[in-house]
């Protein structure tokens, strides 16, 4: 940890409360509590005084401490900041699991392999600290955040978030206002500073100066600096001694901070101009590398003493490390510095810096150094980019990119550099910034495939974006582009703009599925993919009947290719989703619980976090329909943790599914009118019409048919060919029991046909049972037969369920309460037992009303568990370490250690072994 030189204690001065908030912070880790503390403040406020505090603290506690800080320079190289928080923590790495090790060794740039997945890393970290503080606690501090590379920030604000049972304290300094939006540590515990009292400032200020000062000038330089503890020791140091004496001047107008840079400026200016030059060439490298430095004093014919006066004037502090007292003095001296000046303080850095060892530095430097263009340096950096791709930065390797296209000479080559540069930014997430780069590319001469490639991902960052209604057709524009140039990556664009037109909404997908039916046929073999697209053309050109069987081949090709260790083209998992999505529009349950687990199990086993939020709501939409509501709810509840944890948004379809099957109406409600409020064009929508779906499972349950046969006639009116298939039998069931037949009849029609194309036992139980509800008499018992016995094949056994209670409903009805009470009786047990509340509610009216009375569920001990824990028994009853546990849900295994020793207190147990005999709901 740095030490500020000439930097007094003093400037803790009235921090009782922050020094306490560390305190605590320190004291929980110390006891296993891990956590985090994100400090802000403008620059000079007092952050690094308050981590010299933490830190000095923390030692005195046992604590290890370690040190990391952002750099302004740095942004741009990949995982800079973590390597340097973690490289003196690197002899514990071999502890960790193989695809752990690799992970870390591929982003620090120490071993080759395909780029990690950010979240690996992070779960690697995480991991890697656990480890350390087995020994004693650990205390990470973060300097100057707000300048941390792209892929550190969102490791460490993930680390930050699992910070649940580990003796870690991990504490950010971030400058507030941020000159970067940092939004990887959103919501984590905050520490403001704010300025100091006036007394505290005044000793401050007293202790600075040394001597008596005039009472009007004190008021004054303390006014000005506005509490800030950096101000109140600078600002006297750049004050003219009239000034000290009460002289009259103009007012400075400068903020705070740049007050106090400007003063260190005027410090290093008036320096001897060989430590001028030294002092530029140790700002603009931010290794701190005390070698390197006399190397480029060396370089530069300069001896090392030129720089004891910088030292004297307290701007710098050489050791085993080059420290600058403040960030504020690194901004200053290189701001200050003019242009030509900043090239050869890079320049001779570039001829100094060891292209075997640290290429990437060196070829950047080289390209600071650059006056105008220069083909050789782009290159450099074009190789920079694809090193730190390799390494999982997407971020680095799009500025990379973005610089090599401006110091590119030839107009074709710049072009193409732009372009490649908007692609990494578009996957970096920076899709504004992509949109100026392909402006850049447009401008200068690309061939038909550079243009086509420069229109798709123009509709796909409209997509990404805004989702507006012409994005279907922008993507169906560039996939005809695409036709004559790129087959395959045309087709690709041809099944993005079908799957955009059904996360849109309004019936575009016909449109688009026209125009794929008249692209050429897929190469031989063809992709999974390939057969998906052609199915879904067939399907919305020529109907639902005679796309089935296409459709069920695509989808049959998909399981077969899942389980090839290589998969044609390497691209049929990114299909996954939209694949086991169409399962359900085929009503084939086999087939969509096998695509939907594989997706998790595939985003598991590749640390892919961001798929693995979407597989995992994916996977549990599919247990929701099959009444496994406990299960659902762990793996939603996991979904949202890892929204939490990347910053994504939470995918409100899963949750509001949920919360309607279980019969919880003020959650439904709720999500539903915060669905509505969030679009602004809700017609159409097909998120709207899963929420209409939902309202309408929510409503058949209350008993409301009247309501629930408005929202599922909403509901059916989407192209997304599964959610059709689920709302019909909503839809029959509420238009029957709100004695509308002719609607019943209308919907039951098109579910009979879906159906007999299908010829699923899920699809053709659901038909059976809609039949029954709009017959009488002995045909009505005959499909009510039908269905139990189909349903019953299925693993649908939420639908089961149903179709007991409304077989015993019909008995009940006709007279046979004998006979009801037994159908009754088995749909309440078995809507209690999965949580289907509300249905549960309307089977135990229905059993009084039969003359028996309910029995009520008896509680079990699973029932005090949380979701996470429901989880984490379910892992260990298959045998799993805490470790292997820890790995699959992205926790530390003393989190799992934690949890278990919960689990173990709800359930009455004492060991491991005993969970492998607890009944899981």
Known sequence: MRSRAGAPRLSLLGRRKERATIEQLLARAQVGQGGVLVVRGEAGIGKTALLDYARATATTLGFRAEYAAGVESETQFAFSGLHQLCAPLLDRAAALPGPQQTALGVAFGLRDGAAPDRFLVGLATLNLLAEVAEEGPLLCLVEDAQWLDQASAQVLGFVARRLVAERIALAFALRDPADRDIGAFAGLPELPLDGLGQQDARALLAAAVGAPLDDVVRDRITAEARGNPLALLELPHSTLPAKLAGGFELPDVLSVPRRVEESFRQRSDGLPADTQLLLLVAAADPTGDVALLWQAA??????????????????????????????????????????PDQRRAHRVLAAVTDPGIDPDRRAWHRAQAVPGTDEDAAAELERTAGRARGRGGLAAAAAFMEQAAMLTPEPGRRATRALEAAYARHDAGASEAAKALLAAAEAGPLDPLQRARLQLLRAQIAFHTTRGTDSPRL????????????????????????????????????????????????????RPSDHLLDALARTFTAGYAAGVPALKVALEAFRDDMDKDRRNGGRSDRWLWLAARNAVGILDDELAHAMASRHVQQARETGAWLTLHAALSSLANVLILAGELTRAGELAAESTAIAEATGSVPLTHTRIALAAWRGDAGAATQLNEAILRRLSDPDGDTEVAVAQYAMAVLHNGLGNYAQAQAAARRACETDELGLTNISLPELVEAAVRAGQPDIAAGALEQLGSRALACNTSWALGLAARCRALTSAGPVAEGHYREALERLGQSRMAGETARAHLVYGEWLRREGRRRDAREQLRTAHQLLSDMGAEAFAGRAARELRAAGEKPRKRTAKPTDALTAQELHIVRLVATGATNREVGAQLFLSHRTIEAHLRSIFHKLDITSRRQIRDVELP
């Open 298 to 339: 060396e370089h530069l014919g300069i001896a090392r003493e030129a720089l004891a006066p910088a030292e004297t004037a307290g701007l710098v502090q050489i050791d085993t490390r080059v420290r600058f007292r403040h960030p504020l003095v690194r901004s200053a001296v290189y701001a200050a510095a003019i242009l």
């Open 475 to 526: 993507l169906l524009n560039a996939a005809r582009t695409l036709d004559p140039l790129d087959a395959a990556l045309a087709r690709d664009t041809y099944l993005d703009a079908i799957d955009a037109a059904l996360i849109n909404g309004g019936h575009d997908a016909v449109r688009v599925a026209t125009a794929a039916r008249e692209v050429p046929d897929a190469a031989v073999p063809p």
